[in-house]
T-cell receptor, first 115, second 113 residues
Framework: DAGITQSPRHKVTETGTPVTLRCHQT?????MYWYRQDPGHGLRLIHYSYGVKDTDKGEVSDGYSVSRSKTEDFLLTLESATSSQTSVYFC??????????????FGPGTRLTVL | GENVEQHPSTLSVQEGDSAVIKCTYS??????FPWYKQELGKGPQLIIDIRSNVGEKKDQRIAVTLNKTAKHFSLHITETQPEDSAVYFC????????????FGRGTSLIVHP
């Protein structure tokens, strides 16, 4: 168990409202990632972080922003949610010093529905 | 960038049979190839991985093989059981020191009792 939690686990919101998803890790991994998973598209990278306050865009970053103010937390924000952002969101971590640097571990997911 | 193709998209087998899932990658510099199992309603879980300096790796009923020349790698599950039913993803990474994986689209494995 890599010690990753996501909150909330389920959320229903309305179009146009802001939404923030939280990823929390307890094992000091350097890298953190946000993915979305949709039928037929597999896992698509939204944003990732390579250190505190260091983030970069993935392949589907439009409409999303992230922040990482401390090692253990990585926040994903939908500034103004749209129905196309209805999805399951997964956080992942990798880069444990002294461990398998490439190995990536996933959280349990957040199911977001935008009405 | 890297491109990973995964086949088949769906695989149906009888309990006790073997299952093979294949992936091809495009970047010859990729050097780390993990496989993930995702059960319904859960996040993907790393089940086995292989690095480019190894041709095969086994862990009980699962094994992964890597052919660097052909740029493909495969997941082999022997003596399948109903609890092996899940979606399996392959990935490739490591080119240029990249730690960001490129995932295949996934294979839905169904094991019939």
């Amino acid at each position: 168990d890599a010690g990753i939690t996501q909150s909330p686990r389920h959320k229903v919101t309305e179009t146009g409202t802001p939404v923030t998803l939280r990823c929390h890790q307890t094992e000091n991994h350097r890298y953190m990632y946000w993915y979305r998973q949709d039928p037929g598209h597999g896992l698509r990278l939204i944003h990732y972080s390579y250190g505190v306050k260091d983030t970069d865009k993935g392949e589907v970053s439009d409409g999303y922003s992230v922040s990482r103010s401390k090692t253990e937390d990585f926040l994903l924000t939908l500034e103004s949610a749209t129905s196309s952002q209805t999805s399951v969101y997964f956080c992942a971590i990798s880069g444990l010093a002294g461990g398998g640097y490439n190995e990536q571990f996933f959280g349990p997911g957040t199911r977001l529905t935008v009405l | 960038g890297e491109n990973v193709e995964q086949h088949p998209s769906t695989l149906s087998v009888q309990e006790g049979d073997s299952a093979v899932i294949k992936c091809t990658y495009s970047d010859s510099a990729s050097n780390y190839f993990p496989w993930y199992k995702q059960e319904l309603g859960k996040g993907p879980q790393l089940i086995i991985d292989i690095r480019s300096n190894v041709g095969e790796k086994k862990d009980q009923r699962i094994a992964v093989t890597l052919n660097k020349t052909a740029k493909h790698f495969s997941l082999h599950i022997t003596e399948t059981q109903p609890e092996d039913s899940a979606v399996y993803f392959c990935a490739a990474l490591g080119s240029g020191g990249s730690y960001i994986p490129t995932f295949g689209r996934g294979t839905s494995l169904i094991v019939h009792p």
